[in-house]
């Protein structure tokens, strides 16, 4: 075996390209030798060579789980990867809206693979609307409730009111307190902040476009990419899981409804709208002031592009619990007396009793699993999940069996389901987003999806409810965030 050397940029490599894009943006899979010294950029000219592409267009690539933030040698040496065997490096396309969260009362967050978190002001309820994910500003357009013909529909628009250099990579989770104006993000730089909003939409002397985000803490602990959070909001407490098979139990701050003392500035207000490259969003400090618990140390925390300062305090977990065996995709911990659930690629469901720091049920798959749902049905015990395949699976944790059959089967996916969230107003409704491009929303009473709407053009990534249940919103690899509105949709349960 022999690891690329330091210092011997004029070195190629044999690497391999792929890639789930549609087939027109698909290369030959045959091994092709470039320079290690390539970039992010570099890599991008070959694609789009390799494509015959007039206009360039730019990609981001993944070497060894990691997106290429350097160049393709110090990538190598930081994987220990060998120059002896083809090395391969899937390509997407730039700015994957990952992550949304529209629980909070006054704006709608979302996260994306830009490293980029964003905050949109909110359309009326009856407006649908369409958002480009990486651009600072958004371009509304009509669209289909999800409800089909029969669901709500308009036009309205979702202005984005800041931009956040939140991370030095991608962004996997946003996970809200509504009670605190609050949010935590977390990503594949290994950390997980959290932000409070100062400002508030609903006084008359305070528009949307005072809102702002500012960093009040930030976690360390994980040893690889951080992949999901789950807030439990009678204890403060955060659950965040990642690529090191581990979850982290944190004990958060305690925030006060509103933003406190203001800071300095952070950046400026808005965007130019050119890919997510314009200006800065102008923050204020959190309320980071009556921190408590261990491992908090104030400091000053620097994003990687160096465009966004905030004083916060450094938090450690307070625990871990280990089980897993690969990497833990979601997490859910209901509000209620429940267990902690956790889904993972080792095709696992597990409930935990965070007190003892023990897992207490165990179910199995015979897929890897990517999302899970908590609650259900009126049932701290019941559990949806899905992953990498087109059913959901719905489980009662309460039986201690590990005999592996679900309670219900929910089929009209046709590829994997990537998140699921339970109605905040009612709880017999599930909706699920899907690699298929579509939204559904479930009834338990039926094995029928009541609704469905083809809400992307590629892979829907993340969905949320939004405005109480009467709408949702999702984000998709086709780089756009969207809000969806079925106000006449829905039956009465």
Known sequence: ?????????????????????????????????????????????????LLGRDAPQPFDFIVDG????????????????STERVIPIEYTLADWVSAVSAALPSAIVSGSYDSHVRLFSVPPASAAATTAGPSASTDATAAAGAGGADGGAGSGSASCIQV??????????????????????SSKDRTLRLWQLSGDSSEPSTGPSSLRAAVVAVMRG????????????RTNKLASG??????KLWSLPKLGAKAGARGGEEGRAGGDGEGGTGEEAEGEEGAGEGAEGRGQARKRVRTAAGSVEAEGVELSPDLSLEGHSQCVAALAWPSSNSPLFSVSWDHSLRSWDV???????????AHPLLAV??????????????????????WDMRSATSVLSPSVQLLGHTDWISSLSWSPSNPLHLLSSSYDGSLKIWDLRSSVPLHTVKAHSDKVLCADWWKGGDAVVSGG???HLRIFTHQSSFPAA
């Not at 990691?66 to 990867?81: D, E, G, H, V």
Request: net charge positive.
């Open 1 to 49: 075996m022999a690891p690329v050397a330091a210092g011997t940029d004029d070195r190629q490599v044999q690497v391999r390209f792929t890639t789930r894009l549609p087939a027109h943006l698909t290369v030959p899979s045959t091994p092709f030798a470039v320079p290690v010294r390539l970039t992010r950029y570099g890599l991008s000219e070959v694609i789009n060579t």
């Open 66 to 81: 990691r997106l290429l933030r350097s160049s393709l040698r110090k990538c190598l040496l930081t994987s220990a990867l």
């Open 164 to 185: 956040a250099a939140a991370h030095s990579d991608a962004v996997t989770h946003i996970a809200a307190l509504p009670a605190a104006n609050a949010f935590v993000s």
């Open 222 to 233: 994980h040893a690889a990419a951080v992949q999901c959070a789950a807030v439990h909001a």
């Open 242 to 247: 990642g690529w090191d098979s581990a979850i």
């Open 355 to 365: 007190e003892a720091a023990a897992s207490v049920s165990v179910r199995t798959s």
């Open 373 to 394: 749902a908590a609650g259900g049905g009126g049932m701290a015990s019941l559990a949806a999940v899905g992953g990498a395949h087109p059913t959901i699976l719905l």
């Open 477 to 479: 690899a086709d780089n």
